[in-house]
């Protein structure tokens, strides 16, 4: 199955990409965030997620893709210099 990008997706990671590469590169979630989301991957496994739990979930996974698009463009300029 391919997935087709959504170009608002692309748009908002090279704005992100713009503002402050080195930023970009190093931004990590909170050690909070971090502890919520392994916290729901595992009672995903264990039990399932609630509706509310799943969209939560869902939020997490958007803006991981919108952040790895962006460092995949500040990586992908700098190796084009």
Request: a positive charge.
């Amino acid at each position: 199955m391919t997935v087709t990008p959504v170009p608002a997706f692309e748009e908002f990671a090279q704005f992100l990409a713009n503002l402050s590469p080195n930023k970009i590169l190093l931004f990590k979630t909170s050690e909070a965030s971090r502890d919520r989301v392994n916290f729901l991957l595992a009672k995903n496994a264990d039990q399932g997620l609630s509706a509310d739990e799943q969209r939560e979930m869902e939020q997490y996974m958007f803006l991981e893709h919108i952040v790895q698009l962006a460092k995949a463009k500040v990586l992908l300029k700098k190796v084009q210099k």
